[in-house]
């Protein structure tokens, strides 16, 4: 793969009237902190991370994809990208009438050794045409791993309301800060109760959550910047590294360490 070369949008513009086109593909190299700004396709979309993290925003809510995971992109999704360390990137996009899993909401998933072989071959050789016999062996081996792939829970609603978008704000400008529900709610312009029903409402996790959720994100974040287990666990609010391993482990099923080894 090239270097990047400093495009505020995705390298490719797949065209779904090209009818013998199926999968098309795009692959760069990002800096750290760099941003491709908000754009969508007229088609799913599969963004693989193979080094590095991104964090992928839309109005919906805010997506952490790890390095050797990946983020469903429904079509017609307003959506930006922005990298936490240096983001080695591949995307494999795919013509509506392949038979996919649902990708009706953006998900983050786990990609397999294998799929992760068939993700870098398919964009290596895309675009993906029906009609070569190579390329629809490829297509059909690809779909058949994209089918079910299983989700992991790196996903933060965004609520809609004022006065709960006014907290969510503070929060990720402060994951570190202890200010309790009643304090944040008072800041925010709403009692503690009505400030808990709307995050309970508009992003189905309790306020107490929500919170957890954001810090692990921002850890992940952090952590593929490069900065230490102890560093992380302390700026983004944890009393200690254990509880923030404890948590990370609850999640993600490991310790940080062994979730950021290879596949």
Not at 1 to 13: D, K, N
Not at 126 to 136: D, E, I, K, M
Not at 142 to 168: E, S, T
Request: hydrophobic fraction near 45%; charged fraction near 20%; glycine fraction near 6%.
């Amino acid at each position: 793969m090239s270097r990047l070369r400093q495009e505020s949008v995705p390298i490719v513009a797949p065209d779904p009237q090209e009818e013998d086109i199926r999968v098309w593909g795009a692959g760069a190299i990002y800096p750290s902190g760099f941003e491709i700004r908000a754009h969508q396709h007229p088609i799913a979309q599969l963004v693989y991370a193979s080094r590095g993290v991104m964090t992928v925003h839309t109005e919906a809510g805010t997506w952490v994809v790890p390095a050797h995971r990946a983020v469903w992109v429904p079509p017609d999704t307003e959506h930006r990208i922005s990298m936490s360390g240096e983001v080695e990137m591949r995307t494999v996009y795919l013509a509506r009438d392949l038979p996919l899993a649902d990708v009706s909401h953006c998900s983050v998933v786990n990609v397999s050794p294998l799929l992760r072989e068939l993700i870098l071959h398919a964009v290596e050789r895309a675009p993906l045409y029906r009609t070569v016999p190579a390329h629809a062996n490829l297509i059909g081996l690809l779909v058949d791993q994209l089918q079910a792939l299983p989700a992991i829970p790196l996903q933060l609603p965004a609520p809609r309301d004022a006065r709960a978008k006014r907290a969510a704000e503070w929060l990720r400008r402060n994951p570190s800060d202890a200010a309790s529900l009643e304090r944040i709610a008072r800041r925010a312009g709403a009692s503690k109760r009505t400030l808990e029903r709307l995050f309970l409402r508009e992003t189905g996790m309790s306020f107490g959550l929500w919170r957890q959720q954001l810090r692990l994100m921002q850890a992940l974040e952090r952590l593929a910047a490069g900065e230490s287990v102890t560093e992380v666990a302390l700026a983004v609010g944890y009393e200690s590294t254990s509880a923030f391993i404890s948590r990370f482990r609850q999640v993600l099923g490991t310790t940080p360490g062994r979730y950021y080894g290879s596949p």
